[in-house]
């Protein structure tokens, strides 16, 4: 048989990652196999075999097409604003906007947060993110203790209980979104909540 081209492959790789996000979506990681996503995208799964070893790999490249970006994306925002707490709304907003803007960044993080169960097979997934959890914990936390240090929050603040508390809001954000059909948040009030969030931190500052 020969070989494709880099094109088509690329192009069937693809395909083949589109099935599995509606797939994995649709059924959930566990109860989702690659006869599932061949018959869904028209493929064998020899063609699937072709590009990846088996259904782990292919969800891990499911993820990279829009975790890799927001990684780099939280690596900018911390190192262009001067304003911690600035830095701190647009490392959020993006992120949660983003769940407007783009579709897949949607199916995606629906499947990562409402689909699958990060144990057995996805054990190694559970450990990097872990380990990114704990890099943004580590720079949330040195952003609010340089807020403190500029007087933009409130002098008695706790950095490490004010990085789990924003987390901990974030999160609640996604899953509100992602979850509650009946009660969809809009991308402009999910912007009020975040500038309210962030404008009582501001507040707690100001001397009474």
């Given at each position: 048989?020969?070989?494709?081209?880099?094109?088509?492959?690329?192009?069937?790789?693809?395909?083949?990652?589109?099935?599995?996000?509606?797939?994995?979506?649709?059924?959930?990681?566990?109860?989702?196999?690659?006869?599932?996503?061949?018959?869904?995208?028209?493929?064998?799964?020899?063609a699937i075999y072709w590009h990846f070893t088996d259904k782990v790999s292919l969800f891990?490249?499911?993820?990279?097409?829009?975790?890799?970006?927001?990684?780099?994306?939280?690596?900018?925002?911390?190192?262009?604003?001067?304003?911690?707490?600035?830095?701190?709304?647009?490392?959020?907003?993006?992120?949660?906007?983003?769940?407007?803007?783009?579709?897949?960044?949607?199916?995606?993080?629906?499947?990562?947060?409402?689909?699958?169960?990060?144990?057995?097979?996805?054990?190694?997934?559970?450990?990097?993110?872990?380990?990114?959890?704990?890099?943004?914990?580590?720079?949330?936390?040195?952003?609010?203790?340089?807020?403190?240090?500029?007087?933009?929050?409130?002098?008695?603040?706790?950095?490490?209980?004010?990085?789990?508390?924003?987390?901990?809001?974030?999160?609640?954000?996604?899953?509100?979104?992602l979850r509650e059909q009946h009660e969809q948040l809009t991308a402009e009030q999910v912007?009020?909540?975040?500038?309210?969030?962030?404008?009582?931190?501001?507040?707690a500052a100001i001397p009474h």
């Amino acid at each position: 048989m020969a070989r494709p081209c880099k094109a088509d492959s690329e192009q069937t790789r693809d395909k083949i990652l589109d099935a599995a996000e509606y797939m994995f979506l649709e059924h959930g990681y566990g109860k989702t196999s690659l006869e599932m996503i061949a018959r869904a995208g028209g493929f064998t799964r020899g063609a699937i075999y072709w590009h990846f070893t088996d259904k782990v790999s292919l969800f891990n490249a499911m993820l990279q097409r829009v975790k890799l970006p927001m990684e780099r994306m939280f690596e900018q925002k911390i190192e262009q604003e001067s304003d911690p707490l600035q830095a701190l709304y647009e490392m959020c907003h993006a992120s949660l906007m983003q769940l407007f803007a783009d579709d897949r960044h949607y199916r995606v993080h629906a499947i990562l947060l409402t689909r699958c169960e990060q144990v057995g097979d996805l054990a190694d997934l559970h450990q990097h993110d872990v380990e990114l959890h704990n890099r943004i914990k580590q720079r949330c936390e040195a952003l609010f203790l340089k807020a403190r240090d500029m007087q933009l929050v409130a002098a008695d603040l706790d950095e490490k209980l004010a990085a789990l508390a924003l987390k901990s809001y974030v999160m609640g954000l996604y899953l509100t979104i992602l979850r509650e059909q009946h009660e969809q948040l809009t991308a402009e009030q999910v912007q009020r909540l975040l500038t309210v969030y962030f404008d009582n931190m501001r507040r707690a500052a100001i001397p009474h």
